[in-house]
């Protein structure tokens, strides 16, 4: 579900345009090297920080050792990890709030960037 989350996110950068860095409609991507940083701050005065990573085990990927090898040419065994981090603050209940289980974070994610997401997709197809 990262992967796919990954994607969205991407597909919104490529969409739109961020080189400016900044807000399109109350929404900011910034990617750096392995990940993205989203801000997103609501009417209701609360912002919504993510960042989306993604990792390569390198070591498994380039390893010499046939084990290792035989294990790559698997195709459940995947050489990427995704990492997410969501951060809620302003207007919350008790201030600054880390989400900590990931199917939260997934979700606040979707709520965050569907719109951008729909958005993005009407404008390839023309509409």
């Keep these: 579900m990262l992967e796919k989350l990954w994607n969205d996110i991407r597909f919104i950068y490529d969409g739109l345009n961020f080189s400016s860095k900044e807000l399109i409609d109350d929404l900011m991507i910034i990617p750096q ?3 993205y940083l989203l801000y997103y701050k609501s009417n209701s005065d609360i912002s ?6 993604k990792n390569y085990d390198l070591v498994r990927m380039w390893s010499d050792d046939n084990e290792v090898n035989i294990i790559q040419f698997v195709d459940d065994i995947d050489m990427t ?3 997410i981090y969501v951060e809620l ?3 919350v209940p008790g201030g600054k709030q880390i989400i900590a289980l990931e199917n939260s974070m997934i979700e606040i994610s979707y709520k965050v960037i569907t719109p951008f997401l729909r958005e993005v997709k009407l404008k390839e197809i023309g509409i």
Excluded at 48 to 53: F, K, L
Aim: net charge neutral; charged share 25%; hydrophobic share 15%.
């Design 81 to 83: 990890n995704y990492k």
């Design 33 to 35: 090297d392995n990940c």
């Design 48 to 53: 919504t920080q993510i960042r989306i990573e």
């Design 89 to 91: 603050g302003g207007n």
